[in-house]
């Protein structure tokens, strides 16, 4: 389609990157990329590449753009899949940059890692903005094929529908895939083979290419972005970014709380009451705190020296046992009295409500999942249920201190009722919301949207 120059623009003194397009009429397009190259210039993005000028001479059309410094994504790609963070922002950075243009009626039709260029820095910028619209009106290419590339081609682009920036929605997904997978979402021997499987078989499920563990949630995202219908993929593509990032920090966050066990630990108190309970992190940590002073008291000798608790669950009773005659060479220390109340064992939570609020949390946390799952999904009537019944799962007293899953549950409820169409009763769950000092941005944003469908 084109060759691309790196050249010097002597008047301003700045590297330049010249793209020459390839055509049979150059006369005939000239008013045309005249006009999308204005329109190009005039997107002002930090994630688009800028377009300068535009000439045209007898080999073709030129188009003098921003010279960006670094690699293209196709490049980045070529050596596997990228970190999953990394996915996330740039998906967010390209899905500001398509909706700027959206905004302004531009839709770019050949979104893929070709046209994502890697600065140097990290910062991704999208290439080619409103030239694959005017290539497609003249029909540039020599062997007049449909432009883009298969594998990020939208089914209403292969069967004849056109191309809106649901088009653009689904190639951003696509390209998700790809980067959190390190394969292509569509493969096959010809491109007449994938466009077969884009236009006739479900989205694909990222979590079936790779070994890497996906999150649910963000797979869900692009399943979504991936829709064969352009009506069921997300309004935007900050939106299909935003449910993607927020599936796999969902999943962090989530992967760096254990969950609670079943049943808690018994640990026995000296002599003055009734049992105590105590989480398994505490046991992890009294057991080590014995370790040290068996080893720091009795020499390297592998068996516990005098005074040393032998088991972390029964420090009183094993102080008062017979220990074998010491066989090191030096005395053996005398026996200390044992401890009144080892302190590990009196930092215990208090209890939040009535019955085990371990087994209710967890309930509670399982739920808002499930719920969060059911809104990437678009499925809004489960996930007001769900989340719903997690907010009034976790038990009584719980803060967003105590567990920030509740303010989470809080949003997914008031975020999923608005999408419902029901924004009159998302405003005081997100108000609610709102007054938790966690993600306050992104909420007043959820917040505003719903007042402003309330009142319409």
């Given at each position: ?311 972390a669950s029964k420090p009183a009773k094993d102080a008062k ?94 975020r999923a009722l608005r999408l419902a169409g029901r924004p ?33």
């Amino acid at each position: 389609m084109a060759s691309v120059l790196l050249c010097r623009d002597e008047r301003l003194g700045r590297d330049v990157a010249v793209k020459r397009l390839h055509a049979d009429s150059p006369e005939d397009m000239e008013k045309r990329f005249a006009r999308e190259a204005r329109l190009g210039a005039s997107l002002n993005h930090p994630n688009l590449v800028s377009i300068y000028d535009t000439a045209i001479d007898d080999e073709g059309v030129l188009i003098v753009m921003e010279y960006v410094r670094g690699e293209s994504l196709s490049e980045a790609l070529r050596r596997g899949p990228l970190e999953p963070r990394r996915v996330g922002a740039m998906a967010a950075e390209l899905g500001a940059a398509l909706d700027h243009a959206h905004r302004q009626g531009v839709v770019h039709r050949d979104v893929k890692p070709a046209n994502v260029l890697l600065r140097e820095d990290g910062v991704a910028k999208l290439a080619d903005l409103g030239i694959a619209t005017a290539a497609g009106q003249t029909r540039i290419t020599r062997s007049d094929v449909v432009l883009g590339t298969a594998a990020y081609m939208a089914p209403e682009q292969l069967d004849g529908r056109g191309a809106g920036r649901a088009a653009d929605i689904y190639a951003l997904a696509a390209m998700s895939f790809e980067m959190l997978t390190g394969q292509k979402a569509r493969r096959g021997r010809s491109a007449a083979e994938i466009a077969h499987q884009v236009v006739n078989e479900p989205p694909p499920d990222p979590r079936d290419a790779t070994l890497a563990e996906i999150p649910a949630p963000a797979a869900h995202a692009i399943r979504a972005g991936m829709a064969k219908d352009p009506g069921e993929r997300p309004p935007s593509a900050g939106e299909l970014a935003d449910r993607l990032e927020r599936g796999m920090e969902e999943a962090r966050r989530v992967a760096a709380v254990p969950p609670p066990p079943t049943k808690p630990t018994r640990v026995a108190r000296p002599a003055t009451g009734g049992p105590r309970w105590i989480p398994v992190a505490a046991l992890s940590a009294l057991a080590l705190a014995a370790l040290v002073i068996a080893l720091s008291s009795g020499g390297g000798d592998d068996r516990p020296s005098a005074g040393a608790p032998s088991q972390a669950s029964k420090p009183a009773k094993d102080a008062k046992e017979p220990k074998e005659p010491a066989q090191a060479a030096e005395p053996t220390p005398a026996e200390p009295a044992a401890p009144a109340e080892p302190a590990p064992v009196t930092a215990v939570p208090v209890p939040r409500g009535k019955g085990d609020p371990d087994t209710a949390t967890a309930k509670a946390e399982q739920l808002h999942s499930e719920g969060f799952a059911a809104l990437e999904a678009g499925d809004y009537d489960t996930a007001i249920k769900l989340n719903r019944k997690a907010i009034e799962t976790f038990p009584e007293g719980t803060t967003w201190q105590t567990d920030i899953n509740y303010a989470y549950a809080l949003y997914s409820l008031g975020r999923a009722l608005r999408l419902a169409g029901r924004p009159d009763e998302a405003v005081p769950v997100l108000e609610a919301r709102l007054e938790i000092p966690d993600q306050t941005e992104t909420v007043q944003n959820e917040l505003d949207l719903a007042r402003a469908e309330a009142a319409q």
